[in-house]
């Protein structure tokens, strides 16, 4: 083909407005309608990944296909074969049901397509993510001049202000020698009930999981302050340099929350940078219903928060928080020649590649930004306390059952167990047949699609776990949990527990 030929190009992605017009309107009454037939659907459907995989196309074509003839097969593709976290009754891992206006805001949002990397390249874009990255900050009582930026998720989140943590703590030096040796090496102090992220940075980012102290918790679940003090002055007096402190604004497995304003002054006494992990927890700190020491968030050194947990929004939306101003431009920023813009001196403007990992970003902001506009602060502090409301009536409903056990409570995370009449715990071999027992029930509601649910390891107890981020939970779809449980329960039961010598009852 010669270049003349190319005057008229024929452009297979291409859509004519009317085609798109015509396209998004049906699609858009598709995703109403599901939304509309979410509480009548399965929460999760049975498949396997060979029976997905045989719904798809098996080759990539040679020719291709009109969008609108995809789209129309593709929405009802993603509808039947998916898990609904925006279901009432999913109540598994920390993924909340996303506000519909999200969908728009993604939609609106990839219709642009800004690089939200650089300011030149995504004017507004950059300063709704940073009116964004503000008002969350406000949100959890930090100062002016907080910085941040938002990311994909928790993990994203926490590596940024691990990053900072170790510039700003190991200094200039760590650019270009690289982490010391054993001797002097940084340490890092986590709970055992942290996210499983603090072992990824410590390992990706060359400081090796060995450099993890894991302090143990109390009854609570909780840090244990003591042993915490007593490790720190420890690895001080091994010549090691103790850098990172962290604590949980709501663990993962039960929603414990570390007492944050006392860590806080542990960090100080020992020039320890604090950073909160309050991806899922954080924005707690706004209902009346929360734990006192969230309201330590005001005081650490930076914050992990998602968005697209208790705010609502749709995935991917992390938001990484630094109280220091220029602590992430010190720890991501080079120019290299490639990177110059008009205008930085008169009007400086915010480079989101200088101030985290990536360089070429979407614009995850918008859905961020009109959430918090739609909901408010009064929105949102109504919300995440009927959750917290909502998992103590569970607990309540749990207690009332003679074969359900109530194990944890913590902020909108219930954990309990089925235990069958004719059994109690205590002894090994019921302890480990319950474990077993709850392990199987577990796998069998979520199959069901009645309900979904996840676990828990209660200080060995295999645990059932409810966790309610979701605005379209009601104390109804609450009251119909222990029925289901009990009900399958003693069916997996009937079929699981050995008869003879082997049963836990002999």
Same mark, same amino acid.
């Given at each position: 083909?010669?270049?003349?030929?190319?005057?008229?190009?024929?452009?297979?992605?291409?859509?004519?407005?009317?085609?798109?017009?015509?396209?998004? %309107?049906?699609?858009?009454?598709?995703? @109403?309608?599901?939304?509309?037939?979410?509480?009548?659907?399965?929460?999760?459907?049975?498949?396997?990944?060979?029976?997905?995989?045989?719904?798809?196309?098996?080759?990539?074509?040679?020719?291709?296909?009109?969008?609108?003839?995809?789209?129309?097969?593709?929405?009802?593709?993603?509808?039947? %074969?998916?898990?609904?976290?925006?279901?009432?009754?999913?109540? /598994?891992?920390?993924?909340?049901?996303?506000?519909?206006?999200?969908?728009?805001?993604?939609? $609106? @949002?990839?219709?642009?397509?800004?690089?939200?990397?650089?300011?030149?390249?995504?004017?507004?874009?950059?300063?709704?993510?940073?009116?964004?990255?503000?008002?969350?900050?406000?949100?959890?009582?930090?100062?002016?001049?907080?910085?941040? $930026?938002?990311?994909?998720? /928790?993990?994203?989140?926490?590596?940024?202000?691990?990053?900072?943590?170790?510039?700003?703590?190991?200094?200039?030096?760590?650019? +270009?020698?690289? $982490?010391?040796?054993? @001797?002097?090496?940084?340490?890092?102090?986590?709970?055992?009930?942290?996210?499983? &992220?603090?072992?990824?940075?410590?390992?990706?980012?060359? %400081?090796?999981?060995?450099?993890?102290? &894991?302090?143990?918790?109390?009854?609570?679940?909780?840090?244990?302050?003591?042993?915490?003090?007593?490790?720190?002055?420890?690895?001080?007096?091994? +010549?090691?340099?103790?850098?990172?402190?962290?604590?949980?604004?709501?663990?993962?497995?039960?929603?414990?929350?570390?007492?944050?304003?006392?860590?806080?002054?542990?960090?100080?006494? %020992?020039?320890?940078?604090?950073?909160?992990? +309050?991806?899922?927890?954080?924005?707690?700190?706004?209902?009346?219903?929360?734990?006192?020491?969230?309201?330590?968030?005001?005081?650490?050194?930076?914050?992990?928060?998602?968005?697209?947990? &208790?705010?609502?929004?749709?995935?991917?939306?992390?938001?990484?928080?630094?109280?220091?101003?220029?602590?992430?431009?010190?720890?991501?920023?080079?120019?290299?020649?490639?990177?110059?813009?008009?205008?930085?001196?008169?009007?400086?403007?915010?480079?989101?590649?200088?101030?985290?990992?990536?360089?070429?970003?979407?614009?995850?902001?918008?859905?961020? &930004?009109?959430?918090?506009?739609?909901? /408010?602060?009064?929105?949102?502090?109504?919300?995440?306390?009927?959750?917290?409301?909502?998992?103590?009536?569970?607990?309540?409903?749990?207690?009332?059952?003679?074969?359900?056990?109530?194990?944890?409570?913590?902020?909108?995370?219930?954990?309990?167990?089925?235990?069958?009449?004719?059994?109690?715990? +205590?002894?090994?071999?019921?302890?480990?047949?319950?474990?077993?027992?709850?392990?199987?029930?577990?796998?069998?509601?979520? @199959?069901?699609?009645?309900?979904?649910?996840?676990?828990?390891?209660?200080?060995?107890?295999?645990?059932?776990?409810?966790?309610?981020?979701?605005?379209?939970?009601?104390?109804?779809?609450?009251?119909?949990?222990?029925?289901?449980?009990?009900?399958?329960?003693?069916?997996?039961?009937?079929?699981?527990?050995?008869?003879?010598?082997?049963?836990?009852?002999?």
């Amino acid at each position: 083909m010669s270049i003349k030929d190319l005057t008229d190009r024929d452009v297979p992605l291409e859509m004519d407005p009317e085609e798109f017009r015509a396209a998004g %309107h049906r699609l858009v009454d598709d995703i @109403a309608s599901f939304l509309e037939s979410l509480p009548r659907r399965p929460v999760a459907p049975d498949l396997t990944p060979r029976g997905v995989r045989s719904r798809l196309p098996a080759d990539l074509p040679e020719e291709g296909t009109d969008a609108s003839t995809l789209l129309a097969e593709a929405a009802p593709l993603v509808f039947d %074969h998916s898990a609904f976290n925006g279901h009432p009754r999913f109540f /598994g891992y920390i993924t909340s049901s996303a506000g519909p206006a999200g969908a728009l805001a993604d939609l $609106l @949002a990839a219709s642009v397509n800004p690089n939200a990397g650089a300011w030149e390249l995504s004017p507004v874009a950059s300063e709704i993510e940073a009116q964004s990255v503000r008002w969350l900050g406000e949100m959890l009582g930090m100062p002016v001049g907080t910085e941040g $930026l938002l990311v994909s998720g /928790g993990n994203m989140a926490n590596f940024v202000c691990f990053l900072a943590a170790r510039r700003a703590k190991g200094g200039e030096a760590l650019r +270009g020698g690289g $982490l010391p040796g054993e @001797a002097g090496r940084l340490l890092v102090y986590a709970s055992t009930e942290t996210h499983t &992220w603090i072992q990824k940075a410590a390992d990706l980012f060359g %400081h090796g999981t060995e450099s993890i102290r &894991w302090i143990p918790v109390g009854q609570d679940l909780t840090i244990d302050e003591s042993a915490l003090v007593d490790q720190i002055r420890k690895d001080r007096g091994d +010549g090691h340099r103790p850098f990172l402190l962290v604590g949980n604004a709501g663990t993962v497995s039960t929603g414990a929350v570390d007492p944050l304003p006392r860590l806080a002054a542990i960090a100080r006494e %020992h020039d320890l940078w604090l950073h909160a992990d +309050g991806a899922y927890g954080a924005p707690a700190v706004l209902a009346d219903e929360a734990p006192s020491d969230l309201a330590g968030l005001a005081g650490v050194d930076s914050v992990a928060m998602d968005p697209h947990k &208790w705010l609502y929004s749709a995935l991917e939306a992390g938001c990484a928080l630094v109280r220091h101003p220029g602590v992430l431009r010190d720890t991501f920023s080079y120019s290299p020649p490639y990177y110059r813009f008009e205008g930085e001196e008169e009007d400086p403007r915010t480079n989101y590649f200088e101030l985290g990992l990536q360089n070429s970003r979407g614009f995850r902001a918008l859905k961020v &930004w009109l959430g918090l506009r739609q909901a /408010g602060r009064s929105g949102y502090r109504q919300m995440i306390g009927d959750d917290i409301r909502l998992a103590r009536e569970l607990d309540r409903l749990v207690r009332a059952e003679p074969v359900l056990e109530a194990l944890t409570l913590g902020l909108s995370i219930s954990t309990f167990r089925f235990v069958p009449e004719d059994l109690e715990g +205590g002894t090994e071999a019921v302890d480990a047949y319950l474990n077993q027992l709850n392990e199987a029930l577990l796998h069998r509601l979520n @199959a069901s699609g009645e309900v979904y649910l996840s676990n828990a390891v209660v200080r060995g107890t295999f645990a059932l776990r409810a966790c309610i981020v979701n605005f379209r939970t009601t104390r109804a779809d609450l009251a119909a949990i222990p029925e289901i449980v009990i009900r399958h329960g003693r069916e997996v039961d009937r079929a699981l527990r050995p008869t003879g010598p082997g049963s836990p009852t002999a």
